[in-house]
């Protein structure tokens, strides 16, 4: 069965700062993989998705993700964080037709 | 596009009471989902519909939570009794077709069992 693992359950940086968010996944078929954002109230958003080709995947709002086979990992990057990126991040790997995420990634973000 | 809407956004209920939720998704997605998010973990599958036939009910505790889409529209998902683990977001989501991409989600229903 497929799982996904997220590394960081909370993590607190200062506008401007770098960000990676760390993903790894398992299952032994072909993956598609997807960074969700929930931000504060609102529902689950798609950031960006990977199902072939280039591994390094641009998303919207300046994020973008790498996937890499052989670390069974999709970590999440962005440059330069804002205060409005303060949300959730899910990770989420679709196998066998299911959906499935990982237990998510708390970001604050201070001005 | 209209999102995938669901209803009510918030209910309380006291534990062994019953309750039900509902979700139009887009029009014209074939396939449903049903989630069940708990606070602070991610979204766990419930259930699963293509159309209006089960796909996926693996993770769908049977004894209490039942679900329905008639016409292959509209879904229902019924908790009888509650209990207070079953505290959580409702989300319901739906995609073109089995296998897609492209899920949307809806807002989702907070679900409080006292």
């Known amino acids: 069965a497929q799982s996904v693992s997220q590394h960081n359950h909370h993590v607190i940086l200062s506008e401007a700062a770098s960000l990676e968010l760390g993903c790894n996944y398992s299952?032994?078929?072909?993956?598609?993989l997807f960074w969700y954002v929930q931000y504060p109230g609102q529902h689950l958003q798609l950031l960006l998705k990977?199902?072939?080709?280039?591994?390094l995947v641009k998303g919207i709002k300046g994020f973008e993700a790498e996937f890499i086979k052989s670390k069974f990992s999709f970590n999440l990057r962005k440059p330069s964080v804002q205060w409005s990126d303060t949300a959730e991040y899910f990770c989420?790997?679709?196998?066998?037709?299911?959906?499935?995420f990982g237990a998510g990634t708390r970001l604050a973000v201070h001005p | 596009e209209a999102g995938v809407a669901q209803s009510p956004r918030y209910k309380i209920i006291e534990k062994r009471q019953s309750v039900a939720f509902w979700c139009n998704p887009i029009?014209?997605?074939?396939?449903l989902y049903w989630y069940q998010q708990i606070l602070g973990q991610g979204p766990k599958l419930l259930i699963q519909?293509?159309?209006?036939?089960?796909?996926?009910d693996s993770q769908l505790p049977k004894d209490r939570f039942s679900a329905e889409r008639l016409k292959g529209v509209d879904s229902t998902l019924k908790i009888q009794p509650a209990k207070l683990e079953d505290s959580a977001v409702y989300l319901c989501?739906?995609?073109?077709?089995?296998?897609?991409?492209?899920?949307?989600f809806g807002s989702g229903t907070r679900l409080t069992v006292v």
């Open positions: 989501a739906s995609s073109p077709e089995r296998g897609s991409g492209g899920y949307t």
């Open positions: 299952y032994g078929g072909t993956v598609n």
């Open positions: 990977y199902f072939s080709g280039d591994p």
């Open positions: 989420a790997v679709r196998g066998y037709n299911k959906l499935i």
């Open positions: 029009s014209g997605h074939a396939t």
């Open positions: 519909f293509q159309n209006n036939g089960v796909v996926d």
